[in-house]
C-alpha cells in the first residue's frame, strides 16, 4: 500500500501554479503618513487563467485590511505584473501574509483547473 501512495504521489502529474515574489517583502514607509507600502510582483505561467486577487492576511489567516494597486490583477499567459500594496501602521503589527489567488472564471467548465494561492511572508 505505502509503495502505491508513493507511486502515485510521484507520477501523478504536477499543479501549475503562478509565481509571486518577493518570498518574504519588507514593509517601509510610504509617501503617505500612516501608511507603509512594499511592491509585489506577479508572473503567470498558467494559461488558462487570466485574473488573479491580492489579499492581506494575519498568522490566524483573518484578513487584514489593506490597499493595493490593483487588488485584482489582469495578465495573460507569460506577462509580469507589479502591485504596490498598502497597510496601514495600526494594522502592520497584525499583517503576516500577504497572498495572490488565481481566480477561475464561472465561464470555465474545465473540471482539471485547479485554483493556487501563494502566499509571501511579511518580513519583521
Not at 9 to 25: E, F, L, R
Not at 54 to 79: E, M, N
Amino acid at each position: 500500500m505505502r509503495l502505491i501512495i508513493i507511486l502515485l504521489a510521484t507520477i501523478g502529474g504536477y499543479v501549475n501554479a503562478h509565481q509571486w515574489t518577493p518570498t518574504h517583502p519588507e514593509m517601509r514607509p510610504s509617501h503617505i503618513q500612516g501608511l507603509y507600502t512594499t511592491e509585489m510582483h506577479l508572473f503567470n505561467s498558467r494559461k488558462e487563467i487570466n485574473y488573479y486577487s491580492i489579499r492581506v492576511f494575519d498568522k490566524d489567516w483573518v484578513p487584514v485590511p489593506f490597499a493595493a494597486a490593483p487588488s485584482l490583477i489582469r495578465t495573460k499567459y507569460l506577462d509580469h505584473h507589479s502591485s504596490d500594496i498598502y497597510i496601514r501602521k495600526a494594522d502592520l503589527k497584525r499583517a503576516y501574509y500577504i497572498c495572490s489567488k488565481s481566480k477561475i472564471l464561472s465561464t470555465v467548465k474545465d473540471p482539471s483547473i485547479i485554483a493556487s494561492r501563494i502566499c509571501s511572508k511579511i518580513k519583521k
